[in-house]
């Protein structure tokens, strides 16, 4: 046989599909000895009928065949097409797995984003997909989790740096690049590509393009012009402008740049509920502060958010003294910075190390807003100063002192040595809280009134959470805030939840437990303590809530490390209410119409099911030790009742927890006593008290002033005998007009209590449907 005809059988009999080319190429050695010049023609004739493909470049093909199956179904949302497409390209991949190119890195690792995608769009679509596509769905995030786990490595190297091409020529990646660029692979086309790749060249197509000084300003109007468009590759987008700032030579030049990069890396993840990358996240953040860098070093620049200019393909001439008016908003640029941070916290599990990783780049955040602050400042744009103060002072109002120091410490040996401040000087910088006040005080006297409420909401939350009861108190009493704050968007009666709860928490550690308890009643009485703080959604019986309404509820949550502790909370307004309700209650005594009034309707709620329990085991959580401590407490075993409240753990988490348990055991004494006259004092004339102060374990002066209080509020017929010692008991019924005039009272109260309660309701209403419609405006 001859070699041509031995050739030609190989290829018109199908041994192409399963020989491979070395065979060929190693039978055609055997045989090269008979007719070469016969075998050239014949050779010359054959590869113009039919061309020789290795087997590698076959696989080549069907994997960017399968690649863009899966991309155009992307495209229509087409889970069964992405899944068959998908299982061939893992079969193809299979055959050598030696070799896995970055190709298909790139495209597991986009299909994961996309996967993830469509399962937050399908959990907040009203309409439900199709069955056949849901089990697709659902078979593919079981696939994708299963493979993926094999490839943690090379894909996280790929989302590390998805934009520079890869340089290992090993395996696939070599092939990739040269059927892209659909020219014969020759080493000197090689060379040029990869020396291209160096110099700041991008092959697209098979061309070379090339980025410098010169053209930068024409491919900075193309990017700009493209986009918001459709199909417009945002990653691509990216990676053009970080080429156009390596190459931008004067600060004009990177002043365009960056403006056009900052909102470009931004709208890559357009996404309300997913949070920004995080390597994006502090590339933009870099990227910001060198844009506050380069005007701080050339004043000439200006950035307004509000004038017209056009577009040149040129340097500008700039005169001495001139000021370049340039088209941006660096006050937009941190707040979105700020709005990514808080939205990272709010997705991260807040129990895993990387919520304690994400939480260290708040001193860089930090950084940046006090920079942004100090150049508005100096170029007197009023408004944006404001804007980043009130962002400051919400990094700082609900810290403590130690930690405020430790942050402003940090961030003064972050910024330029020659950029200060009027609103916080150096000598307040210092001082944790003369440095709320100046940022308050700034607020007050050029913010808005939206901002000037907030202001004055965190300077008070600031106050109590120090201990500082009084001045917090007055400066709420006199701003008047409780009186309008139901008109005021959610996040700010969030904030006002928050500063209320501050408050009461304040009053409770100065052993002021009738203020504690007005202030948290307000909050905890309601049954929606977490829905109220933004500290969790509370599903209530019987309703749903919109899957819009939800949507917005969620987007509002705080952050973990800002949550006020519930459980904490709860506590101090149980241990509050015990300490009021039980002395209420014994001087009701069997008077059903005075048994009617309440102070807690919670804590009466919770007492009532707890007696009427046939079977009380030992306490196991904080509200059986209270409700155990305030059955103690009205049988008059207060020695008991100090015992079960000491036993609460949750006391550990307050500062000074010796002092708060030795304030909440004077307290049992003291209305243990009230509580021991108002039972017993129908069945006495005269009690000791010298007695009284032995029973309680209190000084007698303690006795005698507590009595002379209940006397002089009229909460004891009693009068004192000062020779003796004793208090005379008076045993006073009322008349019948009282009796009614009584039972009137309560039940206006009730009609009252009643109608605020529709009002409520009403007013909550009201401000959904305002939300939503806003939305909708949005």
Same mark, same amino acid.
């Not at 110099?199 to 930068?216: A, C, H, M, Q, R």
């Not at 700032?245 to 960056?258: D, G, H, M």
């Not at 009186?483 to 501050?502: A, E, K, W, Y």
């Given at each position: 046989?001859?070699?041509?005809?031995?050739?030609?059988?190989?290829?018109?009999?199908?041994?192409?599909?399963?020989?491979?080319?070395?065979?060929?190429?190693?039978?055609?050695?055997?045989?090269?000895?008979?007719?070469?010049?016969?075998?050239?023609?014949?050779?010359?004739?054959?590869?113009?009928?039919?061309?020789?493909?290795?087997?590698?470049?076959?696989?080549?093909?069907?994997?960017?065949?399968?690649?863009?199956?899966?991309?155009?179904?992307?495209?229509?949302?087409?889970?069964?097409?992405?899944?068959?497409?998908?299982?061939?390209?893992?079969?193809?991949?299979?055959?050598?797995?030696?070799?896995?190119?970055?190709?298909?890195?790139?495209?597991?690792?986009?299909?994961?984003?996309?996967?993830?995608?469509?399962?937050?769009?399908?959990?907040?679509?009203?309409?439900?997909?199709?069955?056949?596509?849901?089990?697709?769905?659902?078979?593919?995030?079981?696939?994708?989790?299963?493979?993926?786990?094999?490839?943690?490595?090379?894909?996280?190297?790929?989302?590390?740096?998805?934009?520079?091409?890869?340089?290992?020529?090993?395996?696939?990646?070599?092939?990739?690049?040269?059927?892209?660029?659909?020219?014969?692979?020759?080493?000197?086309?090689?060379?040029?590509?990869?020396?291209?790749?160096?110099?700041?060249?991008?092959?697209?197509?098979?061309?070379?393009?090339?980025?410098?000084?010169?053209?930068?300003?024409?491919?900075?109007?193309?990017?700009?012009?493209?986009?918001?468009?459709?199909?417009?590759?945002?990653?691509?987008?990216?990676?053009?402008?970080?080429?156009?700032?390596?190459?931008?030579?004067?600060?004009?030049?990177?002043?365009?740049?960056?403006?056009?990069?900052?909102?470009?890396?931004?709208?890559?993840?357009?996404?309300?509920?997913?949070?920004?990358?995080?390597?994006?996240?502090?590339?933009?953040?870099?990227?910001?502060?060198?844009?506050?860098?380069?005007?701080?070093?050339?004043?000439?620049?200006?950035?307004?958010?509000?004038?017209?200019?056009?577009?040149?393909?040129?340097?500008?001439?700039?005169?001495?003294?001139?000021?370049?008016?340039?088209?941006?908003?660096?006050?937009?640029?941190?707040?979105?910075?700020?709005?990514?941070?808080?939205?990272?916290?709010?997705?991260?599990?807040?129990?895993?190390?990387?919520?304690?990783?994400?939480?260290?780049?708040?001193?860089?955040?930090?950084?940046?807003?006090?920079?942004?602050?100090?150049?508005?400042?100096?170029?007197?744009?009023?408004?944006?100063?404001?804007?980043?103060?009130?962002?400051?002072?919400?990094?700082?109002?609900?810290?403590?002192?130690?930690?405020?120091?430790?942050?402003?410490?940090?961030?003064?040996?972050?910024?330029?040595?020659?950029?200060?401040?009027?609103?916080?000087?150096?000598?307040?910088?210092?001082?944790?809280?003369?440095?709320?006040?100046?940022?308050?005080?700034?607020?007050?006297?050029?913010?808005?009134?939206?901002?000037? !409420?907030?202001? /004055? *909401?965190?300077? $008070?939350?600031?106050? %109590?959470?120090?201990?500082?009861?009084?001045? @917090? +108190?007055?400066?709420?009493?006199?701003?008047?805030?409780?009186?309008?704050?139901?008109?005021?968007?959610?996040?700010?009666?969030?904030?006002?939840?928050?500063?209320?709860?501050?408050?009461?928490?304040?009053?409770?550690?100065?052993?002021?437990?009738?203020?504690?308890?007005?202030?948290?009643?307000?909050?905890?009485?309601?049954?929606?303590?977490?829905?109220?703080?933004?500290?969790?959604?509370?599903?209530?019986?019987?309703?749903?809530?919109?899957?819009?309404?939800?949507?917005?509820?969620?987007?509002?949550?705080?952050?973990?490390?800002?949550?006020?502790?519930?459980?904490?909370?709860?506590?101090?307004?149980? !241990?509050?209410? /015990? *300490?009021?309700? $039980?002395?209420?209650? %014994?001087?009701?005594?069997?008077?059903?119409? @005075? +048994?009617?009034?309440?102070?807690?309707?919670?804590?009466?709620?919770?007492?009532?099911?707890?007696?009427?329990?046939?079977?009380?085991?030992?306490?196991?959580?904080?509200?059986?030790?209270?409700?155990?401590?305030?059955?103690?407490?009205?049988?008059?075993?207060?020695?008991?009742?100090?015992?079960?409240?000491?036993?609460?753990?949750?006391?550990?988490?307050?500062?000074?927890?010796?002092?708060?348990?030795?304030?909440?055991?004077?307290?049992?004494?003291?209305?243990?006593?009230?509580?021991?006259?108002?039972?017993?004092?129908?069945?006495?004339?005269?009690?000791?008290?010298?007695?009284?102060?032995?029973?309680?374990?209190?000084?007698?002066?303690?006795?005698?002033?507590?009595?002379?209080?209940?006397?002089?509020?009229?909460?004891?017929?009693?009068?004192?005998?000062?020779?003796?010692?004793?208090?005379?008991?008076?045993?006073?019924?009322?008349?019948?007009?009282?009796?009614?005039?009584?039972?009137?009272?309560?039940?206006?109260?009730?009609?009252?209590?009643?109608?605020?309660?529709?009002?409520?309701?009403?007013?909550?209403?009201?401000?959904?449907?305002?939300?939503?419609?806003?939305?909708?405006?949005?």
């Amino acid at each position: 046989m001859s070699k041509e005809e031995f050739v030609g059988s190989r290829f018109f009999t199908g041994g192409s599909d399963t020989e491979t080319e070395e065979e060929i190429i190693s039978s055609e050695e055997d045989l090269s000895d008979e007719g070469n010049a016969a075998s050239d023609e014949n050779d010359s004739e054959d590869e113009g009928k039919r061309q020789v493909r290795s087997a590698k470049d076959k696989r080549l093909e069907a994997l960017e065949a399968c690649i863009k199956a899966i991309e155009n179904a992307e495209k229509i949302n087409d889970w069964v097409v992405i899944q068959n497409e998908f299982d061939k390209l893992n079969k193809i991949i299979s055959k050598d797995p030696l070799k896995i190119p970055r190709l298909y890195i790139k495209t597991i690792a986009s299909l994961e984003d996309f996967l993830s995608e469509a399962l937050q769009k399908e959990k907040e679509s009203k309409k439900k997909m199709n069955a056949i596509q849901a089990k697709a769905l659902n078979s593919m995030k079981q696939k994708i989790k299963k493979n993926n786990r094999l490839y943690e490595e090379d894909i996280e190297k790929w989302r590390q740096n998805p934009v520079d091409e890869p340089t290992d020529e090993s395996g696939y990646e070599e092939d990739v690049v040269k059927h892209k660029s659909r020219k014969p692979a020759v080493d000197d086309e090689e060379d040029d590509i990869s020396a291209s790749q160096d110099n700041d060249f991008i092959p697209v197509g098979g061309k070379i393009i090339e980025y410098t000084s010169d053209n930068l300003f024409k491919k900075l109007k193309e990017i700009m012009e493209a986009r918001g468009k459709k199909n417009t590759d945002r990653l691509e987008q990216i990676k053009v402008l970080q080429k156009l700032l390596e190459v931008a030579a004067t600060p004009y030049q990177k002043i365009r740049v960056l403006i056009a990069l900052i909102p470009a890396q931004f709208d890559y993840n357009p996404s309300m509920s997913n949070y920004m990358n995080v390597d994006m996240w502090k590339s933009t953040q870099k990227e910001i502060n060198q844009l506050l860098t380069i005007l701080e070093t050339n004043p000439q620049f200006m950035i307004y958010e509000f004038m017209e200019e056009d577009i040149d393909d040129k340097e500008p001439v700039i005169e001495p003294d001139q000021l370049f008016g340039i088209r941006g908003s660096i006050v937009s640029f941190i707040d979105r910075l700020d709005d990514e941070f808080t939205k990272s916290l709010q997705n991260i599990d807040p129990h895993t190390t990387d919520y304690v990783d994400r939480l260290k780049d708040e001193t860089d955040l930090y950084d940046t807003i006090v920079r942004g602050q100090m150049y508005f400042e100096k170029n007197e744009l009023n408004e944006s100063t404001s804007r980043v103060v009130m962002r400051r002072l919400e990094h700082l109002y609900y810290k403590p002192d130690q930690v405020i120091q430790t942050v402003e410490n940090t961030v003064q040996q972050l910024y330029p040595a020659g950029l200060n401040s009027k609103i916080t000087s150096h000598t307040t910088g210092f001082d944790p809280t003369d440095l709320i006040h100046s940022l308050c005080v700034y607020l007050y006297k050029n913010g808005e009134s939206l901002l000037r !409420t907030r202001a /004055m *909401l965190c300077h $008070i939350y600031h106050h %109590a959470l120090h201990n500082r009861f009084y001045v @917090a +108190r007055d400066m709420l009493l006199m701003s008047h805030l409780q009186d309008n704050i139901h008109q005021s968007d959610v996040g700010t009666q969030i904030l006002h939840n928050r500063t209320m709860v501050q408050v009461g928490l304040c009053a409770f550690r100065e052993g002021m437990i009738k203020e504690a308890q007005s202030c948290l009643q307000e909050i905890c009485g309601t049954g929606r303590t977490k829905e109220l703080l933004a500290q969790g959604l509370q599903l209530q019986r019987y309703t749903q809530l919109p899957a819009e309404q939800e949507k917005l509820d969620r987007q509002r949550q705080l952050p973990f490390h800002m949550h006020i502790n519930l459980e904490l909370l709860e506590c101090a307004y149980l !241990t509050c209410s /015990m *300490l009021l309700e $039980i002395p209420s209650m %014994a001087a009701a005594g069997s008077n059903p119409e @005075a +048994r009617k009034k309440v102070i807690s309707k919670p804590f009466r709620r919770m007492l009532d099911y707890n007696e009427r329990q046939v079977f009380s085991g030992p306490p196991e959580n904080t509200r059986d030790h209270i409700m155990g401590a305030a059955k103690a407490l009205a049988a008059g075993e207060w020695k008991k009742c100090q015992e079960l409240i000491g036993a609460i753990k949750i006391w550990d988490l307050m500062p000074e927890t010796q002092k708060i348990k030795e304030m909440l055991n004077r307290k049992i004494q003291e209305e243990g006593l009230r509580t021991y006259l108002f039972t017993y004092s129908a069945y006495y004339e005269t009690i000791g008290l010298e007695q009284l102060a032995t029973m309680f374990s209190l000084p007698i002066n303690a006795v005698t002033a507590i009595i002379s209080k209940m006397i002089w509020n009229e909460e004891l017929v009693a009068s004192l005998d000062q020779v003796d010692n004793v208090v005379v008991l008076h045993r006073v019924e009322p008349t019948k007009v009282q009796q009614l005039a009584l039972s009137f009272a309560e039940k206006a109260a009730s009609f009252v209590e009643a109608n605020e309660r529709t009002l409520e309701l009403k007013q909550a209403a009201g401000q959904n449907q305002r939300d939503q419609q806003r939305q909708k405006g949005k």
